[in-house]
């Protein structure tokens, strides 16, 4: 199994539209082999922001590289320029292997 993690901090008052934002999305993944489960996550609130976190399980790490080359990934991230005045710099990506 395996975890893919993005961090987004998100300006001080744009957590609402961002999570609005998340809620609409249609990310496709219901369309992709190896996708889990998905989960955004809302996390501890500094000055200036706030931090969230995308989670996704995946069967493999082969799973999720294939569905960031797919069509589906595309078209799930078409919009994604259109609200980067939302974050404090772009999102920082981490991935698991599960033990």
């Known amino acids: 199994m ?3 993690m993005n ?3 998100v300006v001080k008052g744009r957590e609402a539209e961002f999570e609005e934002v998340w809620k609409s999305r249609d990310s496709h993944l219901d369309q992709v082999e190896g996708f889990i489960e998905f989960h955004l996550l809302r996390g501890p ?3 200036d922001y706030t931090l969230f976190c995308s989670h996704s399980v995946w069967a493999s790490k082969q799973a999720f590289e ?3 080359r797919s069509e589906q990934f ?5 919009n994604a320029g259109q609200t980067s005045d939302m ?3 772009p999102p920082q990506f981490e ?5």
Do not use: C
């Open 45 to 47: 609130e500094a000055d």
């Open 66 to 68: 294939a569905w960031t």
């Open 74 to 78: 595309r078209k799930a991230h078409a």
């Open 7 to 9: 961090r987004f901090q």
């Open 2 to 4: 395996f975890i893919a």
């Open 95 to 99: 991935a698991f292997q599960v033990v």
């Open 87 to 89: 974050y404090l710099g």
